[in-house]
């Protein structure tokens, strides 16, 4: 069992739905992280958060501690949302245990 | 204000050769940490490197080396290649203070 897991691994929406991808973790984290990977390689840092909630435009971010458990919500999609995007845990310093990433295509 | 520049962007190697990949970090930022991604994969954890010495390490052999620099710049080395570390390999950096870790875009090995 991975540390950090994904779900859904892949995922193709319309565009303007509301898109949840979802993260779970077993282990100690300071951390939660979630990335953007577009096609070529650079990934981008969209929120980093340890409780509670964060929000950044049609992006939202939620973490619930005692479940070990966070969510990425992505409100009224658009197909220039489409990416891969990753969780990651921050575990000792720095460091991050990624998840698979979940791979989403927003459809026109 | 350049980010985490990586270089090369793309290389090919041949199984047995060695490598050498460089990352500058974002200005104002003294860690660095290295992953490897193979297609269709999360990135895994090399290294981190920090006031020149390494700091942590993940479970990859002793083929996989680093260096970091007084400037923070740092390198990876790879000796005695193999077809299995064709992957994208990342760089971060980060203060040690927590705050989120700015990636490079990747350096892609491919090994023939």
């Known amino acids: 069992k991975n540390e950090v897991e994904q779900s859904p691994q892949n995922l193709t929406a319309q565009e303007g739905e509301f898109i949840t991808i979802n993260c779970s973790y077993s282990v100690g984290i300071s951390a939660l992280h979630w990335l953007q990977q577009h096609p070529g390689g650079g990934i981008v840092s969209l929120f980093m958060l340890s409780s509670g909630k964060k929000k950044h435009g049609r992006l939202i971010a939620t973490i619930n501690i005692q479940e070990k458990h966070s969510s990425l919500h992505i409100t009224a999609s658009h197909p220039r949302d489409s990416a891969v995007y990753i969780c990651a845990g921050q575990t000792s310093g720095s460091r991050l245990t990624f998840g698979e990433g979940t791979q989403l295509t927003v459809n026109p | 204000d350049a980010g985490v520049t990586q270089s090369p962007t793309h290389l090919i190697k041949t199984r047995g050769q060695q490598v050498t990949l460089r990352c500058s970090p974002k200005s104002g930022h003294d860690t660095v940490s290295w992953y490897q991604q193979a297609l269709g994969q999360g990135p895994q954890f090399i290294f981190q490197y920090y006031e020149e010495e390494e700091r942590q390490r993940g479970n990859f052999p002793d083929r996989f080396s680093g260096h970091q620099f007084p400037n923070y710049s740092s390198e990876l080395n790879v000796n005695a290649l193999l077809l299995g570390d064709s992957a994208l390999y990342l760089c971060?950096?980060?203060?040690?203070?927590?705050?989120?870790?700015?990636f490079g875009d990747g350096t892609r090995l491919s090994i023939l």
């Open positions: 971060a950096s980060s203060t040690r203070s927590n705050q989120p870790q700015h």
